[in-house]
């Protein structure tokens, strides 16, 4: 295939997204009626160094997974996920959390959330090489790569959940669209906020490092429980979306 990932001497072949799979939420739809299928991007998924660490981060219902992202354009909008919710935790009325870290390139981390068909906040986190950006309970999310480079970006999550789709594919997308002009809103949505622009979460918030490549918590996953407990954190949730620019 050519698209293997070596992660400590592991070969790794992705689950790779299609330009096909992203019919419907994009904003060229002219372009895409007479577009080629292609591949858009990779999804390395349950990444480990050892089966040691391997046992424990399933032992912990975590999981480790890598994205890669080349740089693109889909007709007039750059390249983007498909974006997705996550489900509430049972018994709960918190959805779970995630957390992403650049490793290579820049990212635009697009969250929005809803009050029933309102959009009521959307949030907009550019991130370079080292950064941490969590996801907080309740937002949908896509990510956006608007550079000339590779993004290469990581994330952790509970494995205990399957991401939600639909909610943003029966809208066609998220809120905005990201275009060479700029970001557009989109006008499935009704009563759309203007985008909040925050700076990356400071990583402190939850014990963790900037810069420090987040796989190490590998030696300590209790500093990932916000992800499978995340009702438990509310203040530290509170303080994630807190720093604008």
């Known amino acids: 295939m ?91 009325s918190t959805s779970y959390s995630e957390i992403y870290q650049v490793l290579e390139g820049e990212a635009e981390y697009l969250f929005q959330k809803m009050a029933g068909e309102t959009v009521e906040d959307v949030v907009l986190i550019k991130a370079k090489a080292g950064d941490i950006v969590v996801v907080p309970p309740g937002y949908g999310h896509i990510t956006i790569n608007s550079s000339n480079k590779t993004l290469k970006m990581a994330n952790w999550v509970c494995d205990d959940f399957s991401s939600m789709y639909h909610p943003i594919k029966e809208r066609a997308g998220a809120a905005y669209y990201l275009l060479t002009s700029g970001y557009v809103p989109n006008p499935k949505y009704t009563k759309i906020p203007p985008i909040r622009y925050l700076k990356p979460t400071d990583a402190s918030i939850l014990g963790l490092v900037k810069g420090e490549d987040m796989y190490n918590l590998i030696d300590d996953l209790s500093k990932l429980d916000f992800l499978k407990n995340p009702q438990l954190y509310d203040e530290k949730f509170s303080k994630v979306l807190a720093k604008e620019i």
């Open 2 to 92: 050519g698209k293997e990932l070596n992660f400590f001497g592991h070969v790794v072949s992705p689950d790779i997204r299609m330009l096909y799979d992203m019919e419907g939420v994009l904003y060229d739809t002219e372009w895409f009626r007479t577009a080629k299928n292609t591949e858009l991007y990779y999804m390395y998924r349950d990444m480990y160094e050892n089966e040691k660490e391997h046992e424990e981060i399933k032992s912990q219902h975590l999981r480790y997974d890598i994205t890669i992202i080349p740089p693109k354009m889909l007709g007039k909008e750059y390249v983007k996920t498909a974006g997705h919710y996550h489900p509430n935790v049972p018994g709960a």
